[in-house]
């Protein structure tokens, strides 16, 4: 019965994603196939125009802003030529989402044991959510949904492999993460000390360090030769003012519905006839998963849970670092809302709200008495009621995307 609630809590948080419209990027890269096609028009072959519209996509950005994604280049080429349509778009990106939940949730049971699955399963449920502004989930390709699966896999992989063949998997996926999207290379502290700690060996530490040297310093050397940066958002400012003011709207801005209660404008407003249906539809069945998980709680390991608390800190509160100090979102990050790289803070958030639900049911279960069941049973009311509310907004904002409100 748990499995079947958690995949259906994985399906209700997912499934919104395939019914929006094209959004930013996703509007300029759905010509890709077209002028591939025009590329092969022209005489050349069709693996010459593939690999052509990958460099033409990242080469300026490289020359211009110092930037070195040839990941991000080639997901978005590949995605955009196999998935032409609207509809089959959203539907990979709604099942890459899903994928994305699935091996966060089996990291945790990799670190907790498997009692954590399903309380991590509802805790993704309240607060992946989708945004009006520049959403991560329904658009620029699944770039960061993917990285966030492979930062994980890696995580994976390092944890409970052994010998080189593990290693050099390991490292090759690091290096797809680091090359598809930046802000992969803020988690790199967090993942070394996990290793390091869990397996008591540098081996593994080394499979991600050395490819997050090597790939920095590349950086740096393109960012020491371009002479005029294009555009402020890759302009780094270091004001401490400023730096503080963004990192805060950014790290807050991940936290759940907090478009809408802290967003100045309250743009969002989410039908309350919408919030009852997701209560009855995704907040009841959220609380009997959590009812059955708290019944047959046998006190983990406090120490494994500290190292879910520890990957949770670092994915909400290190990818807003490289936000906090570009100059362009110094100056045009809305308080209320995130950057794209919003979705790491998402899943941070819940591991720390799965960890947050271990050490309450723990400590209540173990010293409360029958108070404890009380105090158990509120936790669960609340974290279920904010699935509902979650879903409900993912919801709102397909429908306000889908009438072309955004």
Sequence with gaps: MSAAICAYLVFMTVA???TTPRRSDDKINQIVPHLIAQHESAGHSAIESFFWQIHSMYAPWMHDMGRFFP???????TVMTAFQTRLSYKVFLAALSALMILIVVRYAREIVGAQVLPVAVVALSSCITLRYW?????????????????????????????GWFSLMIGAFLWTCALVTYEVVVTMTPVVCIVLYFKRRSWRPVAAVLLPTLAISGYVEWLRSRVTHMQGDAYQVRL?????????????????????????????????????????????????????????????????????LVLTGLG???????????????????????????????????????????????????RHAGPAGTVVVVAVNVVLAA?????????????????AGIW
């Excluded at 407003?269 to 708290?294: D, K, N, R, Y």
């Excluded at 509310?389 to 709102?396: D, E, I, L, R």
Aim: net charge negative; proline share 6%; glycine share 6%.
């Design 315 to 365: 994915a909400w509160l290190c990818p807003p670092v490289l936000v906090a100090i570009s100059k362009g979102w110094q100056e045009n990050l809305p308080t209320g809302e995130a950057y794209v790289s919003a979705l790491w803070g998402y899943v941070g958030f819940a591991l720390l709200l799965a960890a947050a639900w271990h050490w309450i049911v723990r400590r209540t279960l």
């Design 134 to 162: 520049f959403d991560p989930l329904d658009g620029f390709s699944g770039v960061v949904p993917l990285t966030i699966l492979l930062t994980f896999a890696v995580l994976l992989i390092l944890l409970r492999g052994s």
């Design 239 to 307: 004001n401490p003012h400023d730096v503080v003011a963004t990192y805060l709207k950014q790290t807050l801005g991940v936290l759940p519905l907090a478009e809408q209660w802290l967003h100045k404008t309250a743009v969002i407003h989410v039908s309350g006839t919408l919030v009852a249906e997701m209560i009855v539809i995704v907040g009841l069945p959220a609380f009997v998963l959590l009812t059955l998980s708290a019944r047959t709680f046998d006190d983990p390991s406090e120490v494994h849970s500290r190292w």
């Design 386 to 402: 904010l699935a509902g509310f979650t879903v409900a907004q993912s919801f709102q904002i397909a429908q306000m995307t889908q």
């Design 16 to 18: 919104p994603i395939a």
């Design 71 to 77: 990941g991000s280049a080639a997901w978005t080429v």
